[in-house]
Nanobody, 118 residues
């Protein structure tokens, strides 16, 4: 099973940017799709974006369109989420996960906290 580690979260002011990383260890992402989700306090986990590891094709949820960009570096076995123009409502824990078939998630990372505040 793929082991995932997220990093890059932190405290940022409104309007700022962060780049999150999701590194796979033990195995590569292989042919999986890799997804980013976030969970805000008191809310359910929400889908943000996904990337097909082998093809590089991307898909965005409504929350991420226009401000977030998902990408991958196959040489580093890493998926990124570039987040721009951050808002206080973007605060939450951000997770990456492997999607082994549509809607079926295998591995999850431990999450990285993003806080958007003055």
């Amino acid at each position: 099973q793929v082991q995932l580690v997220e990093s890059g979260g932190g405290l940022v002011q409104p309007g700022g940017s962060l780049r999150l990383s999701c590194v796979a260890s033990a195995r590569t992402f292989s042919t999986y799709t890799v997804d980013w989700f976030r969970q805000a306090p008191g809310k359910d986990r929400e889908f943000l974006a996904a990337i097909n590891w082998s093809e590089g094709s991307t898909y965005y949820g409504e929350l991420a369109k226009g401000r977030f960009t998902i990408s991958r570096d196959t040489t580093k076995n890493t998926v990124y989420l570039q987040m721009n123009k951050l808002k206080p409502e973007d605060t939450g824990v951000y997770y990456c996960a492997t999607e082994e078939s549509p809607g079926s998630f295998g591995s999850w990372g431990q999450g990285t906290q993003v806080t958007v505040s003055e």
